[in-house]
């Protein structure tokens, strides 16, 4: 079955710094890649998610990320955070069945 | 348009009684899915749907029962609760499959077995 790791559990960056939030798959077929975040007591809303063509992602706030086949990675990177950007976020994994695979999820706190 | 909503919000039950979560969506969507969100776990499929009448077991199915009798409504049920199942429950909806389609999220509810 596919998993996903996530390599941080907390991420705290200062505002407008860059920010790489990372993300690693196993999976024995192909896969489609999503992140989704998590504002404090509400439910997940897809970030972005890849499903084939371009490896490179755009989605929305300003995030994107990049599938990357030979290191199984799909990394969520932000230019320029902002203080909104305080979330939880979850990378997900899914194959050739109906059962999507989270990640344990990554805190991202953003700091004036 | 309401999207997918769950009841109750909060539910506290003692240990052996049993439960219903509620979740509805108004946007005739095909699939629809439980998943259990604990802290350092992330979310984990309990059971889901690909249309009334169908279901399938997820990662962590034992100790729940789902049925599908429209296309609206998927309810949870909890047999005879357990400390262990205190989480935090999202119900999430899409219109085809769970394997490519966006997933549209609940906002959850709040079970603690005491």
């Known amino acids: 079955a596919q998993s996903v790791t996530q390599l941080d559990s907390q991420v705290p960056v200062f505002e407008e710094a860059p920010v790489e939030l990372r993300c690693n798959y196993s999976?024995?077929?192909?896969?489609?890649l999503f992140w989704y975040v998590q504002y404090p007591n509400q439910g997940l809303q897809l970030l972005l998610k890849?499903?084939?063509?371009?490896?490179l992602v755009k989605g929305i706030n300003g995030f994107e990320a990049e599938f990357n086949k030979s290191q199984t990675s799909f990394h969520l990177r932000k230019p320029s955070v902002h203080i909104s950007d305080t979330a939880e976020y979850f990378c997900?994994?899914?194959?050739?069945?109906?059962?999507?695979?989270f990640g344990a999820g990554t805190r991202l706190t953003v700091k004036p | 348009n309401a999207g997918v909503t769950q009841t109750p919000k909060f539910q506290v039950l003692k240990t052996g009684q049993s439960m219903t979560l509620q979740c509805a969506q108004d946007?005739?969507?095909?699939?629809m899915s439980w998943y259990r969100q604990d802290p350092g776990m992330g979310l984990r499929l309990i059971h889901y749907?690909?249309?009334?009448?169908?279901?399938d077991q997820g990662e962590v199915p034992n100790g729940y029962n789902v049925s599908r009798s429209t296309t609206e409504d998927f309810p949870l049920r909890l047999l005879s609760a357990a400390p262990s199942q205190t989480s935090v429950y999202f119900c999430?909806?899409?219109?085809?499959?769970?394997?490519?389609?966006?997933?549209?999220f609940g906002p959850g509810t709040r079970l603690t077995v005491l």
């Open positions: 999430a909806s899409s219109p085809r499959t769970g394997r490519t389609d966006t997933q549209y």
């Open positions: 999976s024995s077929v192909s896969v489609y």
């Open positions: 890849y499903l084939s063509g371009s490896t």
């Open positions: 997900a994994v899914s194959d050739h069945g109906n059962d999507m695979r």
């Open positions: 946007m005739n969507h095909e699939y």
């Open positions: 749907s690909v249309g009334a009448g169908i279901t």
